[in-house]
């Protein structure tokens, strides 16, 4: 938080929450937390001047209820498509700093957005160039 937010230009605005897929919960078996809830962080450029809105999201219901085919924690691109339209606009840069499977960048590709991402894990940045990468017709 405190790296985000060093750059003036970027600060932090709220916690957002969406709920996770019924009956998928993501465990952390190590520290023994099951979670049900996607904590997303919103930081905006400048100051804020959009409607009022709820900080609990309502995910799109769909019947792909998890995507784990990328990431063990994978979210699926319905959520994702949704959270980047409600909270960005054409153009706008989305960061993911735990990039995961992707699904962060591909559904900002695709619907016009600049994609920064992250990730610890080498594994999950390759996956994610990878499914970037096929969105432009390359097959590796």
């Known amino acids: 938080m ?13 916690l957002l929450t969406c709920p996770l897929p019924q009956g998928s919960p993501t465990s952390v078996s190590w520290l023994k937390v099951q979670s049900k809830i996607r904590f997303v962080l919103w930081f905006v450029k400048g100051k804020y001047s959009g409607d009022i809105i709820s900080d609990y999201i309502n995910r799109p219901t769909s019947d792909s209820a998890t995507d784990k085919m990328h990431h063990e924690w994978g979210t699926p691109e319905e959520l994702v498509s949704e959270l980047i339209q409600r909270f960005t606009d054409p153009g706008n840069t989305v960061a993911d700093l735990c990039v995961g499977g992707g699904t962060v960048a591909v559904c900002s590709v695709l619907l016009g957005r600049r994609f920064i991402g ?23």
């Open 2 to 14: 405190d790296a985000l937010s060093s750059d003036k230009r970027l600060r932090y605005h709220w």
């Open 118 to 140: 992250a990730d610890k894990d080498e594994k999950a940045v390759k996956t994610t160039k990878r499914r970037v990468r096929q969105l432009f017709g390359y097959s590796q």
